[in-house]
């Protein structure tokens, strides 16, 4: 059974910061690509950053220079540092990742969501 767990998620003025963490747990053959996604409000699911296992980073445009995705993969653990929040990006926060049990197979795992408001 593999698990992924999200913490750092809570109420932020604008302007400020908060660090999301997502941690996986259980039988964890390799850690490939891993994520975050957000949902806001009556809106879909969104790709908001993302990491290979070589390191490469992918990040929407809306949250490009002020979002950094990092993993530490000795704890297998992924982080979303997020600077000079705004309103709009209030959602749910979703951890994803890519998840080998065994050789030669890989699912998709996700975590249960951390809300993150910020005011204005």
């Known amino acids: 059974q593999v698990q992924l767990v999200e913490s750092g998620g809570g109420l932020v003025q604008a302007g400020g910061s908060l660090r999301l963490s997502c941690a996986a747990s259980?039988?964890?053959?390799?850690?490939?690509?891993m994520g975050w996604y957000r949902q806001a409000p009556g809106k879909q699911r969104e790709l908001v950053a993302a990491?290979?296992?070589?390191?490469?980073?992918y990040y929407a445009d809306s949250v490009k220079g002020r979002f950094t995705i990092s993993r530490d993969n000795a704890k297998n653990t992924v982080y979303l540092q997020m600077n000079s929040l705004k309103p709009e990006d209030t959602a749910v926060y979703y951890c994803?990742?890519?998840?080998?049990?065994?050789?030669?197979?890989?699912?998709?795992?996700w975590g249960k969501g951390t809300l993150v408001t910020v005011s204005s």
């Open positions: 994803n990742a890519d998840i080998s049990r065994f050789l030669h197979e890989s699912m998709d795992y």
């Open positions: 990491t290979t296992s070589g390191g490469t980073t």
């Open positions: 259980g039988s964890i053959f390799s850690l490939n690509a």
